[in-house]
């Protein structure tokens, strides 16, 4: 056990938690400035609605086509630039003079998100050192804890100053490339040659089929846990305001 500690590399794990919480700090803005976009825009829940499908959408279904392609060619950068896709949703968020701009700001947020979840948990896994529960564990906090702080920073930054002040928040997103562009860089130096031996001694002794069963089964888990999660972020923040 003593062995397997050392070779995890704590200070990967932390930066790449930290851009976690950044990432998802982000994310949550869109849904937390709904009711200005509603009010400035004279939106209603369809409109509403269209901008959590083309967020989700982007930021769910591209996931796999993602971690499809970086299975088979590794991007060590590509954190860093999905990065750059968020800091671009959220500049065009705070910058957009009509509704029609909404929907591609919602995408551009969507995409940063479906780049960086993938890699961002290959990293995590590939700096475990074995302690893989550890590692994910402390991934995740990260992303919770940025889901968290986004609508209380929308409701003491953004509500007071109006949408435009969403535009201060391209800060956490220039510091979250920066950070992330170092994890790239030991991702590609020393993070390439931890998962080449992690695959060749990979053995989980389970058939095809019990994995596509799994896999399955957590599909569905996912897809009903973001039905309800739509629904508290969009529709529920309105009635409760009611």
């Known amino acids: 056990m003593s062995s397997t500690r050392s070779h995890t590399v704590y200070n990967v794990l932390v930066a790449v ?11 949550s803005l869109l849904p937390a400035v709904y009711p200005l976009l ?17 967020n989700q959408m982007t930021a769910s279904l591209l996931q796999p086509v993602v971690g499809h392609f ?6 060590p950068y590509s954190l860093a630039l999905g990065m750059t896709s968020t800091l671009f949703g959220i500049l065009l968020l705070a910058a957009a003079p009509r509704f029609g701009l909404l929907i591609p700001a919602a995408a551009l947020i969507g995409i940063g998100s479906a780049v960086f979840h993938p890699e961002s948990s290959r990293v995590a896994r590939m700096a475990s050192g074995g302690q893989h529960g550890l590692a994910q564990s402390l991934f995740q906090t990260g992303g919770n804890l940025g889901s968290s702080l986004g609508p209380l920073l929308a409701a003491f930054i953004v509500a007071p100053r109006g949408r435009h002040s969403i535009s201060w928040f391209a800060i956490v ?13 030991w991702y590609a130096h020393s993070g390439l040659k931890r998962a080449a031996a992690a695959y060749h001694q990979a053995d989980h002794g389970l058939t095809d089929r019990e994995v596509r069963r799994g896999v399955a089964i957590l599909l569905v888990l996912v897809f009903s846990k973001y039905v309800y999660l739509a629904s508290l972020t969009s529709y529920f923040t309105f009635f409760l305001m009611h």
Do not use: C, Y
């Open 17 to 27: 938690s930290v851009g976690h919480l950044m990432n998802d700090l982000i994310q």
């Open 38 to 54: 509603k009010t400035e825009f004279a939106l209603d829940f369809w409109h509403i609605g269209l901008i959590t499908l083309t």
């Open 70 to 75: 970086t299975d088979r060619t590794p991007r």
């Open 173 to 185: 997103a220039v510091v979250a490339i920066v950070l992330l562009w170092r994890v790239g860089r």
